[in-house]
């Protein structure tokens, strides 16, 4: 009788204990905003009018060294969501649909199997589907939704900043506003020319942010009305920098930094930093908040996830931030960098792509890079504006303890080349032990996953250190033989990157001619396209066009991206394959996306490099 009087208040203990665990979990509430810089008030922005996230700051914590890990949406959020970085899923290009691992499980499942309600309002945008991995998903869902008691785990994010909006003037995006801030009145960064153009678009981008701040109250408001406002542990963030030129897509400090700033109520500040200071200036990644979040909710996090809870008092502090560039749109790129606190290095894999290309994104509707161009054509354009358009170095390191703006390359002056070194050997060595599926060109990287993760590819069948060796070519060739080694190789993405190499070569092309010829019969299709294209666009032979037109007729949607934008990037020798775009390529991605695509990824891509095609034929 005794033993069974024992045996029944221990199970009471432990339902006691799970039950207390339950009800004391605090509730976790993200919100976030799109392309936004560190410029609320808190920040000590001049200008800025954000009276809601500075009085949740004055009361919590603001983080003054954090970094979206990317510097565009997709990849960005796929490292808040997976606490990975996306260059080990392959989530690391914009937009994608990557297969993941089947075991790989994410923020919001794992919190809901430890009974945690999870919505997200609404955008996901990871490069995977996100089917099935929230409770409540979509333009409805709210914390509001769950079972009584239930502690939640909240999303909701606001798309009023975004660049889409940023570079238009639609008065109905700031008609709620009172005030609004004068062109005159804003600060420009000394990249920007000194137009009215640039300040009302600067201007109205700060309008935008007084804009979201409004949201910010009525998501607390909604807290104070059904009493959970200490209960929460409230972020707010942005997913990068600006919607604007050398901001978003660049890999730098300008559009890799972002704001944030957390609310700890009293029932949970054993939680918070154990800091005097409001501004934390530890070294944050996008990867580091998922882990962070589910030690807040007493999850426990796998070991998978990339990152580190930086909520620990004591715990070592990141010593690095890692960032990465890749395809954004319908313009390639492949850039990395690390960032030690002071020092930014950035290696750029592909030089010879300025920032600015020829593309559709870059030329209409976007009033910012309207007046670029506009100054452009105009010469009027200050030097450092005009950078934006022309090839990129190879390497940047940056002291922003000294040059915050970002605008002295120290890479090749003498007394810092010891830094430089030892940050891209940092850097090299991250891109190995993380599993870098950058490394492979993207049409390459997919078809090797048909059977596989992406994940489980770039371990398992990509010679990742021989691909790292031959990217490390691109801008340091000097004579062919250099690249025999890795132009022979097995491995087709080791072939890819010693074609990038001559690619970005700025020499005498006709004595490497035979490569290229040899390398437009290799057996992987996106190194044919690439060698074409170098025979067309720097050798000037047309012959070689008949290789692209075979090129758009596969049937894999990323290998027929890069066979689109080849095109694109030839100009007006492409003109014998206009009637075939329009007549066979146009009809296999049209579908209702904006009118004409059948989805927001490739088709789209593909459609956007072939109508900028159909424009340098005209």
């Known amino acids: 009788m005794l033993s069974r009087i024992v045996w029944v208040g221990i199970c009471l203990l432990i339902l006691g204990v799970d039950f207390v665990r339950g009800q004391s979990r605090p509730n976790i509430l993200w919100i976030t905003c799109e392309d936004v810089s560190p410029v609320w008030g808190c920040y000590g922005d001049p200008v800025a009018y954000t009276p809601n996230i500075d009085r949740l700051a004055k009361k919590g914590y603001r983080f003054d060294q954090v970094f979206s890990n990317a510097p565009i949406c997709a990849p960005a959020r796929s490292t808040l969501i997976t606490g990975m970085y996306a260059t080990s899923l392959g989530t690391q290009n914009l937009r994608s649909e990557i297969p993941v691992p089947e075991d790989l499980r994410i923020l919001p499942e794992m919190l809901a199997a430890d009974g945690y309600f999870t919505s997200n309002n609404a955008k996901t945008d990871y490069n995977f589907s996100a089917e099935g991995r929230w409770n409540d998903l979509g333009n409805k869902a709210h914390w509001r939704n769950r079972t009584d008691g239930q502690p939640f785990f909240s999303v909701f994010n606001f798309g009023i900043t975004h660049e889409g909006h940023a570079n238009r003037d639609d008065p109905a995006d700031t008609q709620n506003l009172e005030k609004k801030h004068e062109p005159s009145s804003v600060p420009l960064p000394p990249y920007y020319p000194d137009t009215e153009e640039f300040r009302r678009i600067m201007a109205h981008q700060y309008d935008l942010i007084s804009v979201f701040d409004q949201e910010v109250g009525k998501l607390i408001a909604q807290l104070d009305e059904d009493g959970l406002s200490e209960e929460t542990i409230i972020f707010i963030f942005s997913d990068h920098g600006f919607g604007l030129p050398r901001y978003k897509r660049w890999l730098y400090d300008t559009g890799l930094r972002v704001p944030l700033v957390i609310y700890f109520p009293e029932k949970f500040r054993s939680m918070a930093p154990r800091s005097n200071k409001k501004g934390i200036d530890d070294l944050i990644g996008f990867v580091d908040f998922a882990p962070t979040v589910l030690a807040i909710a007493g999850t426990n996090t796998p070991e998978k996830m990339q990152g580190r809870n930086f909520l620990v008092d004591g715990s070592p502090t990141n010593a690095l931030i ?111 032990t993380s599993f870098d599926s950058g490394l492979m060109n993207e049409a390459d990287m997919m078809r090797r996953a048909q059977a596989l993760s992406v994940y489980d590819v770039v371990r398992n069948e990509l010679d990742i250190a021989s691909a790292l060796k031959s990217a490390d070519q691109v801008g340091k060739v000097r004579n062919p033989d250099q690249l025999k080694p890795y132009l022979d190789h097995s491995d087709p993405a080791v072939r890819y990157w010693a074609l990038v190499a001559l690619d970005a070569f700025e020499g005498d092309l006709p004595p490497w001619r035979s490569f290229l010829v040899e390398a437009v019969k290799d057996s992987s299709l996106p190194n044919r396209v690439l060698a074409a294209q170098i025979l067309i666009n720097k050798l000037g032979d047309w012959n070689f066009v008949s290789v692209l037109e075979e090129a758009l007729q596969v049937q894999n949607e990323p290998a027929l991206l890069q066979a689109a934008i080849a095109v694109r990037n030839i100009g007006s020798a492409a003109r014998p394959l206009v009637s075939k775009i329009k007549s066979e390529i146009y009809p296999r991605i049209e579908g209702e996306i904006w009118g004409r695509y059948k989805s927001w990824s490739y088709p789209m891509f593909i459609g956007m490099a072939l109508d900028q095609t159909l424009e340098n034929c005209q």
């Open 322 to 432: 890692f960032g990465y560039r890749d395809r954004a749109d319908d313009v390639y790129d492949m850039s990395r960098s690390v960032f030690d606190g002071r020092f930014l290095f950035i290696r750029h894999f592909m030089p010879q792509n300025a920032y600015i290309q020829d593309a559709i994104i870059f030329n209409r509707d976007k009033r910012s890079f309207v007046e670029l161009r506009k100054l452009k054509r105009e010469n009027s354009l200050p030097a450092e504006t005009l950078k934006m358009f022309q090839r990129k170095p190879v390497e940047e390191l940056y002291d922003l303890n000294n040059d915050p703006q970002e605008l002295i390359n120290l890479a090749e002056v003498k007394d810092y080349t010891g830094r430089r070194d030892s940050l891209r050997r940092l850097l090299f060595d991250h891109m190995l």
